[in-house]
């Protein structure tokens, strides 16, 4: 779009409507989403309370278990609280100062878990494939450095939108249909041409959240391979059993978000309510469901799981 268009207002403070068609029933919409952050919030602390403080936890699947952990509180801390602030107190109002920061939270710590998922791919495979060589292969080193990795990637490919968005001139209005500030959102209602801000957009998620899903595909079909040769169908099972948790994970966050990509491309017979809402959903679904998966489905964690609940010490 020309900049000629431009009124010579560029507005720096902006109205979040939150599921605009659905106003009145914004304090009901409200009550399943808080429940679902209390939650994600103290399932998410008490794993990774759980993990920090018994050894036996220690382990390179459960570190990079705390660090999902981690990223699941930032996720859902980076979006709820302020939904709940739009429908308790019609609390709308944000400056693009703090838009932006939030969008950045969101997008960064999106791509952080989708990296962290990879890791974890990556760890079953070392676990089953070179079993003897498990603890040799991922040491304390590596994870620190896949940890410094996934960070600097998170934020490197994310820094850029600031400055994509910084440059633009916000003179279509100042209103954000929608409960948080997300990338093309906020550019949508820029007078500037934003085709840079969509074809980085696109680069972002190919480079990152689609290889990564590709790389993990990949793993399985490895893990696979090798599970199937195993002499014993209980050494079979054994493996298979091992990644249970993570190819549930994997489905709970990539599915949501494939399935809302899908929609907004898609399905233009969707109601826009309908599709905040689901992008919502999809945000908070796999920080309450991942703690339940991982306590429920591994061994070691229901162990050291029940003298906590319980207030006593094994």
């Known amino acids: 779009m020309s900049t000629s268009n431009h009124t010579g207002v560029s507005h720096t403070v902006f109205r979040l409507l939150g599921i605009p068609g659905v106003e009145d029933q914004h304090m009901w919409i409200s009550i399943p989403f808080a429940i679902s952050y209390v939650i994600a919030l103290l399932g998410n602390s008490l ?14 699947m459960y570190l990079f278990l705390c660090m999902l952990a981690a990223a699941d509180i930032v996720l859902s801390t980076s979006t709820i609280p302020q939904m709940l602030a739009i429908f308790w107190f019609n609390a709308g ?3 693009l100062d703090r838009c932006i920061t939030q969008l950045f ?3 960064s710590t999106f791509v952080s878990e989708s990296g962290i ?5 990556f760890d079953r495979y070392v676990a089953i494939c070179y079993p003897l060589r498990y603890t040799s292969i991922l040491t304390n080193s590596l994870i620190g450095k896949i940890a410094v990795t996934i960070f600097l990637r998170s934020y490197g490919t994310i820094v850029p939108l600031i400055f994509l968005l910084k440059r633009l001139t916000f003179c ?3 209103t954000l249909p929608n409960t948080g500030c997300k990338h093309i ?3 949508r209602i820029s007078c500037d041409d934003i085709r840079v801000n969509i074809w980085y957009g696109f680069f972002v998620l190919m480079s990152t959240v689609v290889l990564d899903l590709v790389l993990i595909f990949i793993s399985y079909v490895l893990i696979l391979r090798a599970v199937f040769h195993m002499p014993s169908q209980d050494a079979r099972h054994k493996a298979l059993s091992t990644c249970g948790s993570h190819v549930c994970v994997i489905v709970l966050f990539y599915g949501p978000m494939m399935f809302t990509t899908l929609t907004q491309r898609f399905g233009h017979h969707i109601a826009p309510h309908i599709y905040i809402l689901l992008a919502n959903v999809s945000i908070l679904i796999a920080p309450m469901v991942n703690p339940i998966i991982y306590g429920v489905k591994t061994k070691q964690i229901q162990e050291q799981l029940v003298p906590v609940l319980c207030g006593g010490q094994k």
Request: with cysteine; aromatic share 4%.
């Open 47 to 60: 794993l990774i309370f759980m993990i920090l403080t018994k050894q036996t936890l220690h382990g390179p």
């Open 93 to 95: 109002e944000i400056s």
């Open 105 to 107: 939270c969101i997008h």
């Open 117 to 121: 998922l990879l890791v974890m791919a």
């Open 172 to 174: 279509k209005g100042n």
């Open 185 to 187: 959102v906020l550019a």
